[in-house]
């Protein structure tokens, strides 16, 4: 069997996850300004595509050789069709999306659509506000072109001059200080809403930008994209500072080769030509044919002008008594038992307690921990700070190579260390992805330490918008663990014997094969055997290859997968006794889980780790066991909850083709709706005598 029988390329099936995406902004049962945003998110999606997945690829074109150049090139080819394909659905979506907007008397018009009113105000905005940002460059032979910003939208404008010339300019849109959606209020008391695109603003004013240097007959703007290569390109300079590092590579992003160029597919071809002429663009560069409008991952901000019910309605994350009860100790409380979140249907409040009460309690004498990707404002690094100025030995392990973080990553560290943090920049040639805090605390005389492991970043913002894990513990074994993976960041030739934690890039990957091959034994000695695994990614080969192993010795295997799975399930005679599905909803499902029969005993671990290559073998990941009998059992009946879901699961099958899980005869079960209501019952129960949390129906 060759490897088209066996696997699905990675950067197809990521594809096939922006179409669930895409799915979504379709879906009936989604509030229409929801929808909107989904377009946003699917767009999001695909520039970051462009800019790691397909950029890797061009790579592989470019300068590999034999079978490999030839094997890159055809899907290149490959994934310019898909594109193409979900670039024509989005925009069949978006036009049902403005039907569905108008029939709520809500309208996005165009600037050929304005009312004499609306005109009016139109014109006054813009000279006040628009005209004043805008910088326009003409394209003459000799001009030297900006490096043109790929997180911006350009105009290519073609002005027909009075004197019979053409003269061509490139104008950037001023997105990043003007909102994109420009409310125009009504005359009067109307209940129709009218929203323009700042696009159109300047269409409509045109002219105006050239007033009074150039004497134009007729001017028409379409809009282009350029999407850069994101890879960073470090030098391996011993004296230079790896903050100085990143900066230069960053700086050098902004000037990397163009993987994608996005444009009006009525832009004359006079334009097109002068354009890939002057941005130099090659053989292995993306053109797309696309509409009127680009960066419409804006429309993640679309505003709702109309009433709630055009939104999700808000769920109240559940409350833990246990944790609530007045006058009692976080710490105390800890000791007393594991305690696992679930986010956002519980809050992420919890674990800033946990860092603010560390900060100010006398008998804590220092903190470690991991940052990834922060929020903005983040109360997680004020915590840090508070600590630091309340003499606690801080330790901060900030990843500067988390991408598309990196410029906030190398703020942050700069904030840290001012306030007395010390800051570790993690490892040469590994990422630390691993989600972590360690706590040590004086009690009784002797040092006890409390310790974080989850699934997610500690970032207020995405947790309330990503499903994750935290466990929070008292447990001395794993707290000795979770130290050692701090000093193996700080002295990598330091190597350590994991009893109980699987740790990236030492003991991950063999722990999990070898979890995987008890459960072949299992099945073959005819015990009790089957694997359940939730992640993001799936496809790594050396795991998929096991995991098809396990099927054909009679494994039963479940699996939830978000984005890119380059397995194929359902096989006759290579994984017939595989499923596998994904959701996506409201929430970004993002906890990786993984859980083993074990012949009746069954193991629940959590993981910071997809089963990617890069998270296995060159990031540094923690796998941590679920040892508390509530915790474990709440882990299951989310995933058992999650496999039942009948309105937004989509099965992940041989083709990839996200048909939505066949619902029988079965209620239309909505997962994550079901799953605010399963935690409130549980986290209602947890800590009450004998108490191991409801199970799901």
Known sequence: ????????????????????????????????????RYLGIFSNNMDEFFRVRVADVRRLAAFSTGEDKDAARALLKQIQSRVRELQQKFDEVYRGCLIALRRRNIYLINEQQLRADQSAFVERYFRDNVLPELSPLFLKGSTQLPELNDASIYFAIRMALTNSKVQYALLEIPTDRIDRFVYIPPKGSRRKKAIIVLDNIIRHCLKEVFRGVLDIEDAQAYTIKITRDAELEMDEKITQSLIDKVDGSLARRKKADPVRFVYDSEMPEDLLEILAKRFNLGKYDSFIAGGRYHNSKDFMKFPNLGPDYLEFDPMEPARLPYLDKPGSSIFGKIRERDILLYYPYHSFRYVEDFLHTAALDPSVTSISMTLYRVASNSHVVNALINAARNQKQVTVVIELQARFDESANIRWSRVLGDAGVQVIFGIPGLKVHSKLILINRQEDGEERQYAHIGTGNFNESTARLYTDFSLLTADREIGKEVANVFDFIRHTYRRFRYRHLMVSPNTNRSGLMA?????????????????????????????????????????????????????????????????????????????????????????????????MTRNLDFRVEVTCPIYDPAAKQLILDVLELQWRDRAKARLLDEEQTNKLVPRGNRRKLRSQEHLHDLINTWSDAFGTEGAEGPQAE
């Open 515 to 611: 979890l995987i091959d008890t459960e072949i034994a299992n099945a073959k000695a005819g015990r009790k055997s089957g694997i359940f695994i939730k992640c993001n990614n799936l496809v790594d080969k050396p795991i998929v290859d096991k995991l098809y192993q396990a099927s054909q010795a009679g494994v039963k295997i479940r699996l939830i997968v978000r984005g890119m799975f380059a397995m194929k399930a359902g096989v006759k005679g290579l994984s017939e006794n595989i499923r596998a599905i994904s959701i996506v909803d409201r929430y970004l499902e993002h906890p990786r889980v993984f859980v083993f029969e074990n012949a009746g005993d069954t193991k629940v671990f959590i993981s910071s780790a997809d089963l």
């Open 1 to 36: 069997m060759n490897d088209d029988d066996k696997y699905v390329a990675k950067e197809l099936s990521w594809l096939s996850f922006n179409e669930r995406v895409l799915q979504e902004a379709s879906s009936r049962d989604v509030p229409v300004i929801q929808q909107v």
